[in-house]
């Protein structure tokens, strides 16, 4: 019976942590046309690995950006 109780009291405290938890941040939506935010992503061309950033092509060249769901994932 105790360790019954100790398990309700345990799971309570758990939703009511869950519950009081900050919510996440929405996800900002982006829409064909609209400029990409910066970032950064490592680049490998089959020697070394170096990070790219999307700031290190602006007013140089154009750049187009395509994201492949589930690429080489096999799903």
Known sequence: MRKLLTSVLLACLA???YAQAPAAKPV???KV???APDFTLLSFDG???KPVS???YK???NVVLAF???A????
Do not use: C, E, N, R
């Open 68 to 70: 492949y769901v589930f």
């Open 72 to 75: 080489f994932t096999g799903g």
């Open 28 to 30: 900002p939506k982006i």
């Open 33 to 35: 046309g609209d400029m």
């Open 59 to 61: 007013g140089k060249k």
């Open 47 to 49: 020697k070394d690995v």
């Open 54 to 56: 999307l700031h290190d």
């Open 15 to 17: 939703v009511s942590a």
